[in-house]
């Protein structure tokens, strides 16, 4: 705690007592952005002023696929640059304090303060494919020696895990009811512990809830989905639980297919699906339970 010196920190410290974790914007993670982002936007003015200047001649015109190349490169490499740059500046000098009831997030002198109890959306962003979920159960082997009908009250917490080699350019927003909130980036210290935090206290939060409105038959609302206990709809359009085959998530969209039909049911941007733990774990247990005794993982592995 000594090498805190921010009078917003001390004074929550001095209140609250010393956090169960900090993080803070990692220097070296930001410059390796900025000098990334500086590097092309580099060699693109620098190929601009060669051709301008006549120092490198312009393709002829029948070349399309070079102008094409030119064009391409013109636009996406500036745009991927100053995206680069702009991430990294946006956790510049930004602190979190993790709290057992919450987090506390100061950035630009403005400290918000975010109480798991108060967070209502938490919204991924660019989490690699690799990022997969894990559910964790309240007693050891659940998926072995419980039904899934007895699962489905037996899940402790969930979690869509990052590897700290997949953490550059992910974030998360965390907003409340109010719509206030705050982003949370890799660019920070520590951010694949602090994702895994974020989500582990979240859902503790939402999912018992949830499971009691599903059992009286409630629907629930999570993004532009609608999930009920026998099946999932999307813009007017129904899938049984028991007619769902499988949920993937790749290059940023998720996929959604059914059994005995070709193709896709769904595709559907993965950034418009708020609470990715939370909607994925809902999307395994609800399908686990609707399962005939001879489709599902824990029947088999029972039988071998």
């Not at 090498?3 to 990692?26: F, K, M, V």
């Not at 500086?38 to 070349?63: D, E, N, V, Y």
Request: proline fraction near 5%.
């Amino acid at each position: 705690m000594s090498e805190i010196t921010d009078p917003s920190i001390l004074e929550i410290t001095d209140q609250l007592g010393e956090p169960d974790a900090i993080y803070r914007a990692s220097v070296p993670k930001m410059a390796s952005r900025i000098i990334v982002g500086g590097l092309g936007l580099g060699l693109t003015l620098t190929i601009a002023i060669l051709l301008i200047s006549g120092t490198i001649p312009w393709p002829a015109a029948k070349h399309i696929k070079l102008w094409g190349f030119l064009l391409f490169g013109g636009i996406t490499i500036p745009i991927a640059s100053l995206t680069s740059i702009n991430f990294a500046l946006a956790c510049r000098g930004m602190w979190v304090l993790c709290y057992p009831t919450g987090l506390f997030i100061r950035r630009k002198k403005e400290v918000i303060a975010l109480p798991w109890d108060e967070i209502q959306t938490v919204q991924f962003e660019n989490f690699p494919d690799n990022a997969h979920l894990q559910i964790i159960y309240k007693v050891p082997n659940a998926t072995k020696s419980y039904s899934p009908q007895e699962r489905l009250d037996l899940v402790d917490t969930a979690y869509v895990e990052l590897k700290k080699s997949s953490t550059m350019g992910c974030s998360l927003t965390l907003l409340r009811a109010d719509t206030k909130g705050a982003t949370v980036s890799s660019m920070l210290t520590g951010f694949p512990e602090l994702a895994k935090t974020i989500q582990i206290e979240t859902f503790r939060r939402w999912y018992p809830k949830i499971i009691d409105q599903l059992k009286n038959h409630q629907a629930i609302l999570l993004g532009d989905f609608v999930i009920t206990l026998e099946g999932i709809t999307h813009q007017s359009t129904t899938l049984a639980w028991r007619d769902f085959k499988e949920l993937k998530r790749k290059q940023k969209l998720y996929t959604i297919t059914q059994k005995k039909k070709w193709g896709a049911w769904l595709k559907i941007l993965s950034v418009a699906v708020p609470n990715w733990h939370l909607f994925e774990t809902l999307v395994q247990v609800l399908t686990d339970y609707h399962k005939l005794p001879d489709e599902r993982d824990d029947y088999n592995e029972q039988s071998d």
